[in-house]
C-alpha cells in the first residue's frame, strides 16, 4: 500500500502546483479526482473497464444518441434527447425506428456530426469487415446493444435502425453507445492506438493529455452544443488510485480534490477533517450471479436460496459504515417493478441451515463452490472485505467458497463470455460476483433471464432459460404502454427473486468524498455522475 501511495504522491507533485492562466488573465480552475480503477479507461469512444468508466472518458468526450439525464440529483434521471433530437417506432412496422439528429454539432477536430458519423460508428462496433472495426470497442458495447439488425441513412441527419424483433426497451440500450470522429481517425492513419492520445467527440470535455495508468486530463470543450450542461470547471485531471485507503490518503494530505468509494474506517477522520461526504439513492446491486447450467452447484433452489437466507445485511451495511442499504432483490422494493416476490430474502440462519439439510449439505459435509470476484474497481464497492464476509457467512451454513480474484477488466471478459465459456465452467467457476447498473428495464432484469441473451449474444450470464420468462420478455418489447410494461416487469422480477437466480446482498449509495475546494457537485440518482457539474 505504501508504495502505491508514494507512487500517487510522485503523480500529484508532477501535476500544476498553482492553477494555469488563460491567455495570460483568468486562472485555470482544476479539479483532481482519484478515481477507484487501476487505469484509465479506453479513450477511443467505447470505454472499457465497466459501466463506471463512461462517466470518466464515456459521456465527457463522447455523447450518445439518446442520453440519460444524470445531472439531477433530487429524483431518478430519464432518457433525453442526446445527439438524436428525436426517436421514434413505426406504428405500421414497429421494429423500425427513425432518429432525427441534432444540427449543428462538430466534433472535436472541427469535423461535422452527421447520419455518415452514425452509420460508421455503427460499423465501427458491429460489423468485423469494415476498416474502422475495432474489437476493443465492439467487446465493450456490443454486448449493450443486442437489438440492432440493420441501420441506413435515409437523410443528411436522419438514420433508420431496425431491430432485431420488436423491442420497446431498444432506447435504452443507446446511452451506451457513443459517437466517435471518423475524420479523426482518418487523421491518426486510421490507428486506433493513436486516436486513444488524440480522440474526438462531440462531448463536454477534450481529452488534452493521457499517460496510460497515470492519468487523463479533460479540458473543457467551450463550444459544447448544449449550453445547459457546459463544464463548470476548466481542467479535470482524472488519477488512478485503486486502493481505498490510498485514494483517501491523497484527498486528505491534498494531492486530489475528490474521490469516488471512500473507506468507511475513514469517514469520521474525513468528516472533521471538513471534507464532506455525499451520497444518494443509486439504481445499482451488489450480487452474485449463479451458474444454472448443469453440474453447477447452484442448480438446487434450496442451495440458492439458503445462500440468501445466510446473509446478514445489516452488517454489511454496518461494515461499510451506512454507505449501502440491504437488498431484497435486483431492484429496490420502491420500484414499480419489484411485484410481489412469495420468497423473502431477509436474514435467517435456521431456515438457510435446514434447506442446506435438505439438499445433503452441512458444515461436517460442505458444498463447494468457486466464485470469480474483482480485486476492486468502481461498481464493486469494497470487494475483498465484501466477499471475505459472504464467504464465512456462507461457511456456517456448510457452503465452502473458493475465490478467483482477478483485475476488474478480467471480470468483464469473463461476464461478457458466459458461464458456459471454458475460461469459467473449464477452470470450475460457478457464480460471479459484480454489480449491476438497474436504472432501467433492459439493464435491471431482462438481459439477465431472455434466453436469446445467453453469452455471446448477451449477458445473460448464467445461462437461465424458461419459455415462459421468454414469452413475458416478448410481451414487454411489443409493449409500448408504460402501465401495462410495469406489470409485466413486476412478474419477470418476481420470477428472479422466487428462482433465487442471484445471491442479493446490497444496494450500493455510490459515495464520494470532496474537498473543501470543492464548491459544487451533483450526486445523480443513478450509476452515471456528470462531471460538468463539478465546480471549484
Do not use: C
Not at 285 to 307: E, M, N
Not at 352 to 371: H, R
Not at 433 to 438: A, E, F, H, I, Q
Amino acid at each position: 500500500m505504501l508504495s502505491v501511495f508514494k507512487q500517487v504522491h510522485r503523480i500529484a507533485l508532477a501535476l500544476p502546483l498553482a492553477a494555469a492562466f488563460a491567455h495570460g488573465a483568468i486562472a485555470e480552475t482544476v479539479a483532481r479526482y482519484g478515481i477507484s480503477m487501476a487505469d484509465i479507461p479506453l479513450t477511443t469512444g467505447q470505454p472499457d473497464r465497466g459501466a463506471g468508466a463512461y462517466q470518466f472518458t464515456g459521456h465527457t468526450i463522447y455523447d450518445p444518441l439518446v442520453a440519460w439525464e444524470s445531472n439531477i440529483g433530487t429524483r431518478p434521471g430519464k432518457l433525453v434527447p442526446g445527439l438524436a433530437t428525436e426517436w421514434k417506432s413505426d406504428p405500421k412496422d414497429p421494429k423500425k425506428w427513425t432518429f432525427s439528429l441534432r444540427k449543428g454539432v462538430k466534433f472535436h477536430d472541427g469535423s461535422d456530426f452527421n447520419a455518415d458519423a452514425v452509420l460508421w460508428n455503427l460499423e465501427k462496433v458491429l460489423n468485423d469487415k469494415s476498416p474502422q472495426f475495432d474489437a476493443k470497442q465492439s467487446a465493450q458495447v456490443r454486448p449493450r446493444i443486442p437489438s440492432i439488425a440493420s441501420y441506413k441513412k435515409t437523410g443528411e441527419l436522419t438514420v433508420e435502425v431496425i431491430t432485431k424483433d420488436v423491442d420497446a426497451l431498444f432506447p435504452y440500450q443507446l446511452p451506451w453507445f457513443l459517437i466517435s470522429s471518423p475524420a479523426q481517425w482518418e487523421k491518426m492513419d486510421k490507428d486506433w492506438a493513436k486516436v486513444a492520445f488524440q480522440p474526438s467527440g462531440t462531448g463536454p470535455f477534450r481529452l488534452d493529455k493521457l499517460v496510460p495508468r497515470e492519468r487523463a486530463e479533460l479540458v473543457k470543450n467551450t463550444g459544447y452544443w448544449d449550453t445547459k450542461r457546459l463544464a463548470k470547471t476548466d481542467r479535470i485531471i482524472l488519477l488512478p488510485i485503486p486502493e481505498a485507503l490510498t485514494r483517501a490518503n491523497a484527498l486528505l494530505s491534498g494531492q486530489v480534490d475528490l474521490i469516488e468509494t471512500p473507506p468507511p474506517d475513514v469517514l469520521e477522520q474525513l468528516k472533521k477533517g471538513g471534507f464532506r461526504v455525499v451520497s444518494n439513492v443509486t439504481p445499482h446491486v451488489w450480487p452474485y450471479h449463479f451458474s444454472t447450467l448443469p453440474g453447477s452447484p447452484w442448480t438446487d433452489i434450496r442451495v440458492r436460496k439458503a445462500a440468501n437466507l445466510a446473509i446478514n445485511r445489516d452488517e454489511v451495511v454496518k461494515l461499510l459504515n451506512g454507505l449501502a442499504t440491504p437488498a431484497k432483490g435486483q431492484i429496490d422494493a420502491s420500484s414499480p417493478w419489484f411485484g410481489k416476490p412469495a420468497f423473502d430474502i431477509k436474514y435467517d440462519l435456521p431456515q438457510a441451515k435446514a434447506l442446506m439439510a435438505q439438499a445433503g449439505y452441512s458444515k461436517a459435509k460442505p458444498l463447494k463452490a468457486k466464485v470469480i470476484i474483482a480485486q476492486g474497481g468502481t461498481g464493486q464497492m469494497l470487494s475483498l472485505p465484501m466477499n471475505e464476509y459472504i464467504q464465512q457467512s456462507l461457511a456456517e451454513i456448510g457452503i465452502s467458497l473458493e475465490f478467483e480474484v482477478v483485475e476488474l477488466e478480467n471480470l468483464y471478459l469473463h461476464w461478457r463470455s458466459g458461464a458456459k465459456a471454458d475460461m469459467s465452467a473449464g477452470k470450475g467457476i460457478s457464480a460471479i460476483n459484480l454489480g449491476y447498473v438497474t436504472s432501467d428495464p433492459f439493464y435491471a432484469l431482462t438481459r439477465f433471464v431472455d434466453s436469446r441473451y445467453i453469452a455471446p449474444n448477451g449477458v445473460n450470464w448464467g445461462n437461465f432459460s424458461d419459455p415462459k420468462v421468454d414469452a413475458t420478455v416478448d410481451k414487454i418489447r411489443t409493449t409500448f404502454d408504460v402501465k401495462t410494461q410495469d406489470a409485466l416487469l413486476a412478474s419477470i422480477h418476481q420470477t428472479m427473486v422466487d428462482q433465487a437466480l442471484m445471491l442479493w446482498v446490497v444496494h450500493d449509495v455510490n459515495p464520494h468524498a470532496l474537498s473543501p475546494k470543492v464548491k459544487q457537485f451533483v450526486q445523480a440518482q443513478h450509476w452515471f455522475q456528470d462531471l460538468t457539474t463539478i465546480g471549484m
